[in-house]
């Protein structure tokens, strides 16, 4: 339960419903009924959820604001929002995955801020796939994480299924700034305008583990406003962003640079290595060393 009261669903609830799936991972997975997600016609959402509509029609709604999803449409649930009302047509079929916070940002990194601005910023939870694209396009996403889940050969199953979640993700956000490029500033209250240039100033700082009056003074803004502002527009702290971005920026030198541990707390700012150990093992559950160990 959150502090509402009501129940957050994430990936490990797919998991523990046994749930017939296509594929799962811990931060994936897989699936083609919206309706087997436990309890998605009330809930508050732990996970990203991408919906592609193949037939009929879906309604819904997000934080009390009706979502209509029809053919040809993709439809993308961020986590930290409530969810209700569902209703489908006795015609309806689909394809979802469902994704951690920590997988979208993993796989999208410096293009994360394209995903935000479009789904707190823009509030725009469906994109139409355009006619001149075959609806396979999409489609042999979900057929080949299928595919490469069931072969026999393993090695570098979880690796090839990245590459494609990366890919997949990339071309929505090629869909986001298509489809919300005629959106202006000029319609978007101060607190998103704000909101967004605050994850902007957040994406593009080499060193992220400032403090809100850090972030707050570069905006000119006091800290208990910004807060209040992420808190509205993405449900979610001023600091929980920070949190979660210098997260992601540890988990990608740790994994996918040769950097020592030292150079890397160096680099994202942290006054020694002790105080980054300590950070990560409270973060994460294992110490810097213990997570990079983990590629073998």
């Not at 823009?122 to 595919?147: A, C, K, M, S, W």
């Not at 509205?232 to 740790?254: C, F, P």
């Not at 996918?256 to 409270?282: A, C, D, M, Q």
């Amino acid at each position: 339960m959150n502090t509402d009261g009501q129940r957050v669903v994430d990936i490990s609830d797919i998991d523990s419903q046994h749930i017939s799936v296509d594929y799962q991972d811990g931060d994936l997975a897989i699936l083609t009924d919206i309706r087997q997600i436990p309890e998605f016609s009330s809930m508050k959402m732990g996970m990203n959820v991408i919906l592609f509509c193949l037939k009929g029609k879906l309604q819904f709604e997000v934080n009390g604001r009706q979502i209509t999803v029809r053919e040809r449409e993709l439809s993308i649930v961020q986590s930290h929002v409530s969810v209700g009302n569902l209703m489908v047509s006795p015609d309806f079929q689909c394809r979802i995955a469902c994704m951690s916070d920590r997988l979208v940002k993993q796989q999208l990194r410096g293009y994360i801020t394209i995903w935000n601005r479009a789904l707190y910023v823009n509030n725009t939870n469906i994109f139409r796939i355009p006619e001149d694209q075959p609806l396979e396009q999409t489609g042999h996403f979900y057929e080949l994480v299928n595919f490469y889940f069931t072969r026999p050969r393993k090695r570098f199953r979880q690796e090839v299924i990245g590459s494609l979640l990366r890919c997949f993700l990339l071309d929505i956000c090629e869909l986001m700034e298509e489809q919300t490029a005629v959106e202006t500033s000029s319609v978007h209250s101060q607190g998103d305008q704000l909101f967004n240039r605050f994850l902007q100033i957040l994406s593009e700082s080499q060193v992220k583990r400032q403090t809100v009056e850090s972030y707050a003074d570069q905006l000119c803004v006091s800290p208990k406003y910004l807060s209040a502002v992420c808190k509205k527009t993405s449900g979610k702290t001023a600091m929980q962003w920070i949190n979660e971005y210098v997260m992601e920026d540890i988990r990608y030198y740790l994994k996918e640079t040769s950097l020592t541990i030292k150079e890397i707390s160096t680099t994202l700012g942290f006054p020694n290595l002790s105080f980054f150990g300590k950070y990560t093992k409270r973060s994460i559950g294992m110490s810097p060393k213990e997570f990079r160990n983990q590629r073998s």
